[in-house]
């Protein structure tokens, strides 16, 4: 007989409920919290290596003061509750964010250009 953890149990709980009821099977005894120290679904190499939102945002500058949430989230062009979140550990940037924040961090300037071209993008749409 199988044993399901109750609902909402973690992936950990699951994977050594699998363990103690099917020691004999490989995929189960593959499944240990090592593969999974960072999480069930992000190697443990990509979340060693997430950027801190708000250190990034603060190396940007609207003349003496760091941007605003709302800037650098426009600059991005993502929703500044993303960015909210980001920074308040409530949730982590994966994919094409992460990617784009990681290049944003190694190159300052790529932030501005991408700026000015949202800011030029604005501008046309309110003319037209």
Do not use: C
Request: glycine share 6%; no cysteine; hydrophobic share 40%.
């Amino acid at each position: 007989m199988k044993y399901f953890p109750p609902h909402g149990a973690s992936i950990s709980e699951n994977q050594a409920a699998n363990l103690r009821n099917d020691r004999h099977t490989t995929e189960a005894a593959a499944m240990t919290d090592a593969n999974y120290s960072s999480g069930p679904n992000m190697p443990a190499s990509i979340a060693r290596d997430i950027p801190d939102v708000a250190a990034i945002r603060q190396k940007f500058r609207n003349g003496y003061l760091p941007l605003t949430q709302q800037a650098f989230a426009d600059g991005l062009g993502i929703p500044v509750k993303t960015l909210r979140h980001w920074e308040q550990g409530k949730r982590k940037p994966t994919g094409a964010a992460l990617v784009l924040l990681r290049l944003v961090d190694r190159e300052p300037a790529l932030f501005e250009k991408m700026r000015k071209s949202w800011d030029q993008r604005e501008m046309i749409k309110q003319v037209g």
